[in-house]
């Protein structure tokens, strides 16, 4: 029997694929870096055909690295950067337009017209989000608006709308689907009944026919010819639910952060959607199941694209890891706190019009200083998430599980667990979200034997405990929030 499985992570700024073999053990990595396009501020998208190609590109060195034969691989699983959204012509396969990504705000006055006709709290009841730019409807129709002719092709059924993980499957197979939770991204989609909603799409003007069929997470999809093999795609989850399952937090109260371009803290609730008070979304979570279970969700839009600011915005660092290393040569901010709200801020604040700020500084500031007020700033925004999801549950959080690029960082993972006065535990395979897609899909061909198997392999690296007096917390934590409301509802209104 085959015992590799291929895992596809499309992500923000890149993307990568990685080979896994039957013990879960990283046996190949390759990763491309690609295009960010910026036509104006506040406005982010991609080539679909660029991410496509990378991807593509990545798959075949990886494959080619391992040594590794097509007919050894059992499945691929694909994990994609969500709401980030394409529309393609279903005939040809070509995008009308370049794909808008998540972080674009151009889309915050449709948002403000449907708050205005009172479907606010009909959009966090169904859906379980909140009225905002950063998910996918509104850019769908953002793009059938401007695309030329594209809303009467779309009403001919000649167009199709994907996220990037339905524009992957679709050029690896021909399949026009998605899953669970992608499609809990959409802000179409009702999380209760598991549909596309009608009232939500009358309201965009966007029409059913364009729509992905949605499947749950684990099973086969369809199949890729790689190297002249037919090997099924098995497993499908959006980027940070991929991550929740490759931590293993596979029961209610469970949580993970992912350190990525944005930061993402989740906690599984189970069969239970609950819904936030406190600025936080509900979503669907990876499950083996006939139904997905539910999560918790705060969204942190810049994490660890602060640190590629320092380096490619402000030329402060050259490489994104010596970061950690000016940031440890003073001994604290010297009383800097930046705000990187370069888009907006996401949960719990859903300011789509603050912007960024840096304020607290002396003659005494230097470069370091606002290095580590960067890479504070990531810690301080997850904190932020950390309370809110504490007071929607009533408990305590004890501890998170860390991945993503930047929890390679000691510096920050000790701060996270300093300032949020919680351990932080960071396992040894962190490419978390590349991890469970591959489970996911391993899990759908018989790689795995179901969970437990999946919990006995993940391994811990290191623990971070808290280190710091309740006192200096609190005072730290006075200064951010201080900051925080100078970025608020700072850019001009449309």
């Avoid at 890729?224 to 098995?234: D, L, N, S, Y």
């Avoid at 350190?259 to 083996?288: D, P």
């Avoid at 996401?346 to 470069?367: E, L, N």
Wanted: net charge negative.
């Amino acid at each position: 029997m085959p015992k590799y499985i291929l895992s596809l992570d499309q992500g923000t700024t890149s993307s990568r694929a990685v080979l896994f073999d039957g013990e879960q053990n990283i046996v190949a990595l390759a990763q491309k870096e690609y295009r960010q396009i910026y036509p104006r501020g506040g406005w982010v998208e991609h080539d679909p055909m660029e991410i496509y190609s990378s991807q593509a590109a990545v798959m075949e060195e990886a494959i080619e690295r391992s040594g590794v034969r097509a007919a050894e691989i059992a499945a691929v699983g694909i994990a994609n950067q969500r709401e980030t959204t394409v529309v393609w012509e279903r005939d040809t396969g070509r995008p009308v337009y370049n794909a808008i990504v998540w972080q674009c705000r151009r889309t915050a006055g449709i948002i403000g017209r449907l708050t205005e006709e009172g479907l606010g709290g009909y959009i966090r009841e169904t859906t379980g989000l909140v009225p905002d730019a950063y998910f996918s409807g509104s850019k769908i129709a953002w793009i059938l608006d401007h695309a030329e002719g594209a809303r009467e092709r779309a009403r001919r059924g000649e167009l199709l709308f994907g996220t990037v993980d339905t524009w992957l499957l679709w050029k690896l197979t021909g399949v026009h689907a998605t899953d669970y939770t992608n499609a809990s991204r959409t802000m179409i989609f009702d999380i209760r009944k598991l549909d596309w909603d009608d009232t939500l799409l009358a309201a965009l003007d966007i029409p059913r026919a364009m729509l992905p069929e949605v499947r749950g997470s684990c099973g086969i999809f369809g199949f890729a010819e790689i190297r002249g093999v037919k090997v099924p795609v098995a497993g499908i989850a959006g980027d940070q639910q991929a991550a929740l399952f490759g931590q293993c937090c596979f029961d209610g109260g469970e949580v993970k952060n992912t350190y990525g371009t944005g930061c993402f803290l989740l906690m599984n609730t189970g069969g239970e959607a609950v819904r936030s008070q406190n600025g936080l979304i509900t979503t669907l979570a990876a499950g083996v199941g006939q139904r997905p279970p539910y999560a918790l969700e705060g969204s942190v839009f810049v994490g660890g694209a602060v640190i590629q600011w320092l380096r490619d915005g402000l030329g402060l660092i050259e490489e994104s890891a010596d970061a950690e290393y000016y940031a440890g040569k003073v001994k604290d901010a010297g009383g800097v706190y930046l705000v990187p709200a370069f888009t907006g801020l996401g949960a719990p604040h859903w300011d789509m019009y603050a912007r960024g700020c840096i304020v607290g500084v002396t003659r005494a500031t230097g470069r370091e200083h606002i290095i580590r007020a960067a890479e504070e700033s990531i810690a301080y925004q997850c904190y932020d998430l950390i309370r809110a999801m504490e007071r929607d549950t009533g408990g305590r959080i004890a501890g998170i599980k860390a991945d993503g690029g930047a929890s390679r960082d000691c510096l920050l993972m000790q701060f996270q667990a300093d300032i949020s006065g919680v351990d932080v535990r960071r396992p040894v395979i962190r490419e978390t979200t590349a991890l469970g897609a591959a489970s996911l899909a391993g899990l759908a061909v018989g790689v795995w034997s179901g969970l437990e198997e999946l919990r006995r392999l993940w391994r811990c690296d290191m623990t971070f405990t808290p280190q710091m007096e309740e006192n200096r917390r609190n005072s730290l934590l006075g200064g951010w929030n201080k900051a925080v409301g100078r970025s608020l509802d700072w850019a001009e209104r449309p």
